[in-house]
């Protein structure tokens, strides 16, 4: 059984940068394909960045591209999410979550059998 532990949520004012992690446990990483999500307070959760089981593919949502970027380290079995240039709607819980895919490039934010309790980030001056 796969646990995820999210980390490094924090307040920070616009224009600034966190780094979010995902430790995995109980499973080696490798089997899962990954994914950042986003839940804005009254707003649905959504999906921001995915990376495939292989680690070599992944995808972002449009409002976050060229600002966040997910990775793997699998010596540490985590999965880390770098923002950047952060600003007010990127406020949220974000959540890790996996799944095991049936192709080590598939990359998506369907299915999702694994979930954290999520981290809190704030942006604000």
């Known amino acids: 059984q796969l646990a995820l532990v999210e980390s490094g949520g924090d307040l920070v004012q616009p224009g600034g940068s966190l780094r979010l992690s995902c430790a995995a446990s109980?499973?080696?990483?490798?089997?899962?394909?990954f994914a950042w999500f986003r839940q804005a307070p009254g707003k649905e959760r959504t999906g921001v960045a995915c990376?495939?089981?292989?680690?070599?593919?992944?995808k972002y949502a449009d409002s976050v591209k060229g600002r966040f970027t997910i990775s793997r380290d699998i010596t540490k079995n985590t999965v880390y999410l770098d923002m950047i240039s952060l600003e007010p709607e990127d406020a949220g819980v974000y959540y890790c979550?996996?799944?095991?895919?049936?192709?080590?490039?598939?990359?998506?934010?369907?299915?999702?059998?694994?979930w954290g309790k999520g981290t809190q980030v704030r942006v604000s001056s």
């Open positions: 109980g499973s080696a990483l490798v089997k899962y394909a």
């Open positions: 990376i495939s089981s292989s680690g070599g593919s992944t």
């Open positions: 979550a996996a799944r095991q895919p049936g192709s080590s490039e598939w990359i998506g934010y369907f299915g999702m059998d694994y």
